[in-house]
């Protein structure tokens, strides 16, 4: 066990961080008490235009979260009851949770085993004659297939929508993520790279598709502005009443980080290479492989792996320990890929508690039950690393990072596997704030 603290650089704050000028233009909005727009003020044309502009044009609707962006997307698409939408395994559990409120029914698929990103094969084996969309997941700025998940949508006559809220700024040979699919969803709250507390976005070509999301989640003011369709205007008074409309003091916020996002990314990238590079030599920790045409973006997850036959005398949680006690932010996984969390799987198996949720009647489960191996193999064996402290430069600690992981390493090759459940025992006593 280390004595002695190896990671002793001060940890930048936690993102999201906001400038002076966000500050005082939230602050201005506050004094006004312009904390909300039922229409389309100054905020909130300025952010849905710079957005549009940022991925190269299109059609931006801010709303009050990324889920509220995904959930908009489904019942513009008439996703409903009877339908299944292929969903990765591995997201955020609010990045789903939309499929079952649109009436739908969540299939999940396996990851892709560098990534974890949905995986086309496992995708095409799960396509069946209810399926009508594929919800795919940008999973910690790793932007996933798009190209094979595309041409597989095409051949079926699949719906696509993007979630990139862990992937702001990321890009697939080039081209951004969120300009592939027929609707794409960003969250812009919390720890993202564009964070506004609690905001998200809707991104679409179509514009069709824009005016009935529009219609789902803002008031009269809003859709006279922005429903021009006849057949559609025609509701604009009353919309759907679903109030998914995002605040302005989210969107200055949020524009603050959008305004500068490229400098954003590029401080952050440059850490997170520097520590992808350096664990990369070491024996057991194998750091996030990234894909030669694939650019992260704002990395909103830093998740190494654990070999445990490359180091057969140690474990994940030992390792993990070790590195904490000599001072890093390190943790497991603490989410289980979806298919095994008791909502969707209850889901699938017809035995939700009556009332829990009323709109699943008229969607048939099918019979088997989910099995994703991949996903299921890459969550036991992740090292969660801080990431959202690494946005600003700060070379010193994230070579401190590396210096206790080669540590670890070095003081699990010496010992025997039986020994390290004393070291599990003592380190557990220990508490670390991890990201």
């Known amino acids: 066990m280390t004595q002695v603290p190896i990671v002793c650089a001060p940890h930048p704050p936690d993102w999201p961080v906001y400038d002076r000028e966000a500050i005082r233009a939230a602050s201005r909005l506050i004094a006004e008490g312009r904390t909300f727009d039922y229409a389309r003020g100054d905020e909130i044309a300025r952010i849905e235009d710079s957005f549009a502009g940022y991925h190269g044009g299109g059609h931006a609707l801010f709303l009050n979260s990324g889920t509220s962006a995904i959930l908009s997307a489904l019942l513009a698409l008439d996703i409903g009851p009877g339908d299944e939408v292929l969903c990765p395994a591995t997201t ?6 939309p499929v079952l409120l649109a009436g739908a029914a969540p299939v999940f698929v396996d990851g892709d085993p560098q990534t974890d990103t949905m995986d086309p094969e496992a995708a095409r084996a799960s ?3 209810r399926t009508r969309a594929i919800l795919v997941t940008h999973l910690w700025g790793h932007p996933a297939d798009m190209p094979r998940l595309m041409n597989l949508a095409d051949r079926h006559g699949l719906a696509v929508i993007e979630d990139c809220s862990h992937a702001h ?4 040979g080039g081209r951004l993520v ?3 699919g027929d609707a794409a969803a960003f969250s812009l709250g919390t720890g993202k790279m564009i964070s506004g507390g609690t905001a998200g976005m809707l991104l679409t070509r179509d514009r069709h598709l824009y005016e009935r999301a529009c219609l789902l989640g803002h008031p ?6 922005s429903v021009c369709d006849p057949d559609l205007a025609a509701y604009a008074n009353t919309g759907l009443g679903g109030n998914l409309r995002g605040s302005p003091v989210a969107a200055v916020l949020a524009q603050s980080h959008l305004d500068r996002l490229d400098k954003l990314i590029a401080r952050k990238r440059a850490n ?3 520590l992808s590079a350096g664990l990369s030599g070491l024996t057991g920790i194998e750091p996030p492989w990234t894909a030669p045409e694939a650019d992260r973006g704002g990395w909103y997850g830093f998740h190494a792996r654990f070999n445990p036959i490359a180091l057969p005398g140690a474990t994940r949680e030992g390792l993990i320990c070790f590195m904490k006690s000599a001072g890093a932010r390190v943790a497991p996984a603490t989410r289980l890929p979806l298919h095994r969390e008791a909502l969707f799987r209850d889901f699938r198996a017809g035995c939700l508690p009556d009332g829990l949720l009323p709109m699943r009647r008229g969607v048939a489960p099918p019979d088997q039950v989910t099995k994703c191996p991949v996903s299921d193999s890459i969550i036991d064996r992740t090292i969660c690393f801080p990431a959202g402290v690494f946005h600003e430069a700060c070379p010193e600690l994230v070579d401190e990072y590396i210096a206790a992981a080669q540590a670890a390493v070095e003081t699990f090759s010496q010992r025997a596997p039986g020994m390290t459940q004393s070291l599990r025992a003592r380190c557990s006593r220990k508490h670390v704030k991890t990201e």
């Open 272 to 274: 997170l290479q520097r």
């Open 169 to 172: 700024g990321a890009r697939l």
């Open 220 to 225: 009269r003011q809003r859709s006279r502005i």
């Open 178 to 180: 969120g300009t592939f």
């Open 127 to 129: 396509i069946g004659p």
């Open 92 to 97: 955020f559990v609010s990045g789903i949770t």
